[in-house]
């Protein structure tokens, strides 16, 4: 492997992040342990950070940590569309649902000059 692949791979490795650097608030009212049991079902390997020394206390020296790929999805802030397989899906549901639009509404679409109404336009 020469230095430009290893620089590659170092790019595509999922950091790992605790909830407050991912947030920026401090995971209170039970989020962190909400987001641990939730990596835990989904089978998300935590690790184990340790704290810089100016912020350990006694009973606190690490901290969990996650990849930020499972946080963007457990926080909502996942990519929505991520091939483009999807794109066209996503596509074809929308055309899905315009023309079921289009239907209820009994709208003829065509592109004929004939108008129905009497606007001067």
Request: aromatic share 10%.
């Amino acid at each position: 492997m020469n230095t430009n692949e290893t620089q590659q791979v170092m790019n595509n490795v999922d950091p790992y992040l605790s909830v407050y650097e991912y947030t920026g608030k401090p995971a209170a009212n039970g989020i962190g342990r909400e987001v641990n049991e939730a990596s835990q079902k989904a089978g998300i390997k935590m690790v184990w950070k340790d704290l810089p020394e100016e912020m350990q206390r006694e009973n606190y020296k690490q901290v969990a940590t996650y990849p930020k790929s499972f946080l963007d999805k457990h926080f909502g802030n996942a990519p929505a569309i991520h091939t483009l397989d999807q794109v066209y899906q996503k596509l074809v549901e929308l055309e899905d649902k315009f023309n079921q639009l289009i239907t209820k509404l009994n709208i003829n679409v065509t592109n004929t000059n004939e108008h129905d109404d009497d606007l001067p336009f």
